[in-house]
């Protein structure tokens, strides 16, 4: 008789984890501030929201992450870490010639990724194409995409946050980390720039987990939405 063997599900660890693994991500320093300041939405998504499964990272049915903000990828790496969905000791190796994972992040070479990133106002025009062709094949699956304040001075944003709502795209989320780092800023805020075009709009402190995962669960059900998460001033992390 022929058996098998049920997946050996990865190795999953806590919250509390992180800043060790992240401490093992050497030779991005610049790039810090950007990093932490990214750590807590990352962790809510990947722990409480997002559909998505290590042993099965490209199941047609998964939730889509984009992370738009791709430069300082360091807390997005020890998230994909604690999750499973790299092994532990890649995190030392970063940057390395030989390693997967550079100091943008790479789809074609780290499981869990969608989208190579780092050019800044990609992602989100990204994200709505990808929201659109989802609803074109009848598949449910959310789109997240997680942008910084300041990338929201690309042109390619403006486009993007008009159409999606005139699209209806209620299956797309937007989260903006805001650290107080945009060059321009928006007249209103953040939230009200989305909210002029259409969107449903939260601002949340971005390291209030409970905050955090109340305004990613609710989806607005008639067009897309976005989460600003206000975080330290980038100069003070």
């Not at 790299?86 to 994972?101: H, K, V």
């Not at 995409?145 to 797309?172: C, F, K, M, P, T």
Request: proline residues 8%.
């Amino acid at each position: 008789m022929t058996t098998t063997t049920a997946p050996v599900a990865p190795l999953q660890l806590p919250y509390s984890s992180l800043r060790r693994l992240m401490s093992d991500i050497t030779g991005d320093a610049k790039h810090l501030p950007s990093a932490t300041s990214t750590l807590d939405v990352l962790w809510v998504l990947y722990d409480r929201v997002l559909n998505v499964d290590p042993t099965n990272p490209d199941d047609p049915r998964r939730d889509r992450f984009y992370l738009s903000k791709g430069h300082g990828p360091a807390s997005y790496y020890a998230v994909l870490a604690a999750k499973g969905f790299i092994p532990l000791p890649w995190l030392r190796t970063m940057g390395a010639f030989d390693s997967p994972l550079g100091y943008h992040p790479d789809h074609r070479l780290i499981p869990g990724v969608e989208v190579s990133t780092g050019s800044l106002g990609h992602g989100l025009p990204l994200a709505v194409g990808t929201a659109l062709g989802l609803r074109a094949q009848g598949n449910p699956a959310r789109v997240v995409v997680l942008l910084g304040d300041a990338e929201l001075d690309e042109g390619s944003n403006h486009e993007a946050i008009a159409y999606a709502a005139r699209a209806g795209l209620d299956r797309l989320t937007a989260v903006v980390i805001d650290n107080s780092s945009s060059t321009h800023g928006w007249p209103g805020g953040i939230a009200r720039r989305f909210e002029t075009e259409g969107w449903a709009a939260t601002s949340i402190y971005g390291r209030d987990h409970e905050r955090i995962e109340a305004a990613l669960r609710a989806l607005p059900g008639d067009g897309p939405n976005v989460v600003v998460a206000v975080v330290e001033p980038k100069e003070s992390a």
